[in-house]
């Protein structure tokens, strides 16, 4: 006899675009599976064209809410990659630090307020601070470390205005940075507990065998670089990522499907900066790691709670360490003359590679536009762990199940639609 | 209280369409005469969580958000959020689902509720991605602010009034 079972979670008002996970099991096994969570930025990149490229980093911080510096900052890149500028030395230097801030205040959101209460049966972060006050204040105390420092070297108080291409319409004096420096030292400090309570979260077991993508640089746990590698034997150069990165679209939906081409799907973000490059974390991250239960390499999405806290503590010692060697650069930014060209970047997101292509006519108009955020491009993969999660979880009953398959999805931080009950289950039975 | 800060944050994100309205209340405050101890924020896009570190025990707070509950758009709703909980059928948009009514909510439970928390919230039509309000949603922002700079400027002149609503 046949038994074939439809779960089908549909989307909720509450978020915006749609969030849909469609399963089909039949005879006790997995048979098919839908996903998909966000929608491209289309409008963002029509909206870009015609615009000069000045107004690029402007227009893309307003992608994401919680990643207005990724965006920026991968604009920037890309239009002084056409305009043929390298912008290094303290001006880099001040945008890792801003860049460290974002790093600080994403992953905090996400650890305590999206993900840990998943993992301790919490509906939702408002019951987990009923129980754990302590803990979420201290995490919110170290999230408001991070938005100093987007504050300080970003201009405004949530949203930065103070990043162009070429620099900066302002940079700091290194005495200006001091009050900032005290503070990011004791929440350095302070941060160390979290990365510990997060190596004591319960986790299952679930390992699948990625191909991690990240970029990587010579030094540096990478936030900004020119490499792309992975663990399967990936190195280009980032402007070679359209010929090695195709984005296909998925018939059912308007989702994107971004795969490697000749390889498939792909998982980009904390765990796989993690995998790839863990020699380039400080000693002291390195040390946290371990003792959080962590090995240099890890192939439990569950994991990623713990390594955003590695990467939390990382960004605090990164931003310390580059602001004790400050110096005021002059000018605050390159001047640059526009031309016809096409540049491109990837930098680090808090999610993962974020790649941004820009065509420029010989006023510096932007012609065509393409941005690819890292959530896009790990859609497939999700859904591969969603398949693996249900055909693990067949004999749990229906709302751990939806519970799990919540938690796997959150396990990428996904943009859009991460509310506490993201999905709604549908069950139909035939 | 004495020379209390007032603080008018509009959140949202102006390229999404309705969800821009409450940035759209705070620039058309902007333009107005308000007293010198008010101060306006247009909190773009923030997630919840960064609310509560930018009010202090001592403010008094109007929070200005776009929200998605079937009622009619352009449709105006007023909250004393600390007096009752905001209701479970208003959908206050989050891009990362941290958004306006789960912040007040840890609020609520850390503690760190201000002095006075007032929310407007102003039913939205569209929020695909795209810029410009609806007709309704523009009128109910003419309106939202008019009411607001006048509590504002009563709040300023005379004693905290009993119930925040006696501003209108």
Redesign the interface.
Known sequence: MKKTKQIRIDPL????GEGVLYVKIDAGKVSDIKFKII?P????EA?LRGRLFREAPDITA?????CPVAYQTSAVQAMEHALGVVVDGQLRLLRRVLYCGEWI?SHL??IF??HAPDFLGYP???HM??DH?EI??RA?EL??AG?TIIKFLGGR???PVNVRVGGFYRVPTRQEFAPLLDTLKWARDATLQAVQWTGQLPFPDFVQDYEFVSLHHPTEYPIMGERLISNRGLDIATSAYEAHFREEQVPYSTALHSTLIGRGSYLTGPLARYNLNFARLSPLAQQAAHDAGLEPTCKNPFKSIIVRAVEVLYAFDEAVRLIEQYERPDPPALSMRPRAATGMAITEAPRGILYQRYQLDDEGRILTAKIVPPTAQNQRMVQEDLWQCVAQGLDMPEDALLHRCEQTIRNYDP??????H?LRLHIERS | MTNPEVLLIGVG????GD?GAGLAVVRALKTRKLPPAVRL???????G??L???WRAQSQVILIDAV?SGAPAGTIYRFDALAQPLPANL?F???????VA?AL??AY??NQIPFALLVYAIEGQN?T???GLSPEVEKAVQVASEQICQMVSLWCTQDMPASLMDGE
């Open positions: 008002t509450r978020v915006e929608e930025p289309r409008f963002f909206l307003r992608i994401c809410g919680i205040e959101l996400h307020m999206l939702d972060a408002m601070a009923k006050p979420v204040k919110l999230k408001k938005n108080e949530i949203h943009c859009i639609s991460c509310s506490t993201f | 994100n102006e390229y999404c969800d924020l247009e909190a773009e896009m923030c997630d969580a960064s509560l570190s930018l998605s959908c948009r989050s891009t990362h689902g941290f958004g789960d909510a840890l439970t850390l929020f991605a795209h810029i």
